[in-house]
């Protein structure tokens, strides 16, 4: 009979003296069927713990928790790696290095030397060699991550470049802020296709988006500045949705620098949309062109200056839409 002055030591917090009855499967000797049948049940998906059946959570009806996995994921890294503000670099990933820029150029040069009646090739030609007169953008991004590297901050405190994680101007981005020994941070998405990182993305500050409105949030969370080089659609949609944004208020302005004006007055004509009426003409100065990195730098830190806050402040609530 147990002693009742008898005070019992703690147990093991794992393990156990005597295992438990569904700790053990049942028997070949009990049932010879049920070894097989425990397997079946096992190697079922729907056994499987929620958050590690990915077909589960592939189903539609899943798709609030996927979208609150999407945002809390990057949210939580990107605090415990200490990043409190971004600058925001676009830009297009067709516009490469200069070196490669050029040898395209030679390539498609002899090749139209092979065949000078081809008009593919000649129209291939023409874009190639505006595309290397461009590639002076991917030297200035690269500047611009130096910059912005340099002052990345203490832990907590501490201001990345953030791209898109792509090549082009993204790459350019991350490669100079990486060069400035600073940690830099790609913002990926998801695709159809498989698609590479930038190899000069901090790799646990490389995220991969399964939705594009989690990604766009994520960009515009910390953001202290918009950089926009030259691109396409993926350019323009990030641009103009931060342009849609500070224009309502729903985010607090930031300033907004498009780099080569010469190609920005082609690809829209702000003050055509001014004389039309459709936008206000202070909704004109919520950006500005720059041309060297330089100047992109100088005037974020003028636009600080001015507005009478300091680039790296705490984000508040008003950064970025919830």
Same mark, same amino acid.
């Given at each position: 009979?147990?002693?009742?002055?008898?005070?019992?030591?703690?147990?093991?917090?794992?393990e156990?003296?005597?295992? #438990?009855?569904?700790?053990?499967?049942?028997?070949?000797?009990e049932?010879?069927r049920? /070894?097989?049948?425990?397997?079946?049940?096992?190697?079922?998906?729907n056994?499987?713990?929620?958050?590690?059946?990915?077909?589960?959570?592939?189903?539609?009806?899943?798709?609030?928790?996927?979208?609150?996995?999407?945002?809390?994921?990057?949210?939580? #890294?990107?605090?415990?790696?200490?990043?409190?503000?971004?600058?925001?670099?676009?830009?297009?990933?067709?516009?490469?290095?200069?070196?490669?820029?050029?040898?395209?150029?030679?390539?498609?040069e002899?090749?139209?030397?092979?065949?000078?009646?081809?008009?593919d090739?000649a129209?291939?030609?023409?874009?190639?060699?505006?595309?290397?007169?461009?590639?002076?953008?991917?030297?200035?991004?690269?500047?611009?991550?130096?910059?912005?590297?340099?002052? *990345?901050?203490?832990?907590?405190?501490?201001?990345?470049?953030?791209?898109?994680?792509g090549?082009?101007?993204m790459?350019?981005?991350?490669r100079?802020?990486?060069?400035?020994?600073?940690?830099?941070?790609? #913002?990926?998405?998801?695709?159809?296709?498989?698609?590479?990182?930038? /190899?000069?993305?901090?790799?646990?500050?490389?995220?991969?988006f399964?939705?594009?409105?989690?990604r766009?949030?994520?960009?515009?969370?910390?953001?202290?500045?918009l950089?926009?080089f030259?691109?396409?659609?993926?350019?323009?949609? *990030?641009?103009?949705?931060?342009?849609? #944004?500070?224009?309502?208020?729903?985010?607090?302005?930031?300033?907004?620098?498009?780099?080569?004006q010469?190609?920005?007055?082609?690809?829209?004509?702000v003050?055509?949309?001014?004389?039309?009426?459709?936008?206000?003409p202070e909704?004109r100065?919520?950006?500005?062109y720059?041309?060297?990195?330089?100047?992109?730098?100088?005037?974020?830190?003028a636009?600080?200056?001015?507005?009478?806050?300091?680039?790296?402040?705490?984000?508040?609530?008003?950064?970025? *839409?919830?």
């Amino acid at each position: 009979m147990p002693d009742p002055a008898r005070k019992p030591a703690p147990p093991h917090e794992t393990e156990r003296l005597v295992e #438990l009855p569904e700790c053990t499967p049942k028997p070949g000797r009990e049932d010879r069927r049920a /070894p097989d049948l425990v397997r079946r049940i096992m190697a079922e998906p729907n056994y499987r713990p929620a958050d590690e059946d990915i077909g589960f959570l592939n189903r539609d009806d899943m798709r609030s928790t996927r979208l609150q996995l999407d945002y809390q994921k990057a949210e939580t #890294l990107l605090t415990e790696h200490g990043i409190a503000h971004s600058i925001v670099v676009f830009g297009g990933t067709r516009i490469g290095e200069p070196a490669r820029a050029e040898a395209q150029v030679c390539a498609l040069e002899a090749e139209q030397a092979r065949d000078p009646h081809c008009p593919d090739l000649a129209r291939r030609l023409a874009v190639a060699r505006r595309l290397r007169d461009k590639s002076k953008f991917y030297d200035i991004a690269r500047d611009f991550g130096r910059l912005v590297g340099s002052a *990345e901050g203490q832990h907590g405190n501490r201001l990345a470049v953030v791209t898109g994680g792509g090549p082009g101007m993204m790459e350019a981005a991350n490669r100079g802020a990486r060069e400035a020994g600073a940690r830099t941070v790609g #913002l990926n998405i998801t695709l159809p296709h498989e698609q590479f990182p930038n /190899p000069y993305v901090t790799p646990e500050l490389c995220f991969r988006f399964r939705y594009f409105a989690l990604r766009k949030l994520h960009f515009l969370l910390r953001a202290r500045a918009l950089v926009v080089f030259p691109g396409g659609y993926g350019t323009l949609d *990030e641009l103009f949705e931060t342009l849609t #944004l500070i224009q309502t208020r729903k985010i607090r302005p930031v300033p907004v620098i498009l780099v080569g004006q010469s190609y920005w007055s082609r690809v829209f004509d702000v003050d055509f949309l001014v004389d039309e009426g459709v936008i206000d003409p202070e909704d004109r100065e919520l950006f500005w062109y720059a041309e060297t990195a330089q100047e992109i730098w100088d005037d974020i830190l003028a636009w600080y200056a001015k507005a009478g806050r300091p680039l790296t402040e705490p984000p508040d609530a008003g950064t970025a *839409e919830p």
